[in-house]
């Protein structure tokens, strides 16, 4: 506006001085004075239009308020149905079961830490049957387990110290034909009772405890394991295993015992000594987790 002042007095000044031209410089003026009059309202024009607030469309507000109250409800409806489909597939899924543990429900693996015990197992429990492998697998681990050759030395202490067999003789060299003779009988004991007859009758050679009720009633649940076992399929059946496999241990004794321990008399006793020391078995392995509850004080 200053400098608009001073061209205003300068052209006033020149109008003084020229008064024969003070028309054309007057026509002049007003044309510049309306061309900036002209552009100043203009521009104030539009900054005041800038300034002022648009008015708002409020069909158009409505319009986009509706738009996002039906993208919320689809959303929501999405999300319910995808809730609603992940629970019916989880509740659909089925639940993954645990393998059975095989050594699940076995007692501890030796009795007084010297006579094997792998074929026992505690009460109320429920094993899948044993595949041949694993009635084999048992009779070897009856067979071989340090246990084993602990326990046949002292039954052949026992046997050198009563002169069971006299031609057996006395001493170390004594002690070393009761020793191998013993191993011998144990090992094939546990192979024809608790392998190759099972396998062949479908039978299980392992031993259930019953594990509750009187004394009178568990000594005679043991007795009576010696002629009645439980087969593959879960029945109980008469006990071939035992009886015939004891019978076939006291017949292969005729080949390694000396000739006047053989024959069918000496077999048959050999036989009935045999089932007797499966009946004791049974009465130990019954009663042992009593005896290391009660007495041994072990959990």
């Avoid at 409020?58 to 986009?64: E, L, S, Y």
């Avoid at 629970?87 to 089925?94: G, I, V």
């Avoid at 830490?113 to 070897?140: C, D, E, M, Y």
Wanted: with cysteine.
């Amino acid at each position: 506006m200053d400098g608009l002042t001073a061209c205003l007095a300068t052209l006033w000044v020149d109008l003084g001085r020229h008064s024969s031209s003070r028309r054309g410089y007057l026509s002049l003026i007003r044309g510049v004075v309306a061309t900036i009059l002209f552009v100043v309202f203009s521009s104030t024009a539009r900054c005041t239009q800038s300034s002022l607030p648009a008015a708002p469309n409020r069909q158009t507000d409505d319009q986009q308020e509706q738009a996002s109250d039906r993208v919320a409800a689809s959303s929501s409806q999405l999300g319910q149905e995808t809730t609603t489909k992940t629970q019916t597939q989880e509740a659909l899924q089925p639940t993954a079961v645990p393998p059975k543990d095989d050594s699940e429900g076995k007692q501890t693996k030796r009795m007084f830490w010297v006579i094997p015990n792998f074929a026992a197992v505690s009460a109320n429990t429920q094993l899948p049957p044993l595949s041949v492998r694993g009635k084999f697998a048992l009779a070897t681990q009856d067979s071989v387990d340090y246990s084993s050759f602990v326990w046949t030395g002292i039954l052949a202490g026992q046997s050198l110290a009563l002169n069971t067999y006299p031609e057996l003789g006395k001493g170390a060299a004594g002690y070393g034909r009761y020793y191998w003779r013993g191993f011998v009988d144990q090992a094939s004991g546990a192979f024809f009772t608790e392998a190759l007859v099972p396998a062949l009758t479908h039978e299980d050679p392992r031993y259930y405890t019953l594990g509750h009720g009187s004394f009178l009633r568990r000594t005679g649940y043991a007795l009576s394991r010696v002629v009645l076992t439980k087969t593959d399929s879960g029945g109980v059946s008469f006990n071939f295993s035992e009886v015939l496999g004891n019978g076939m241990v006291a017949g292969l004794s005729n080949l390694y015992y000396p000739p006047e321990e053989r024959g069918l008399r000496k077999t048959a006793e050999n036989w009935a000594t045999g089932l007797e020391s499966a009946a004791l078995n049974n009465l130990v392995k019954e009663f042992w987790p009593d005896i290391r509850h009660k007495i041994l004080r072990q959990k």
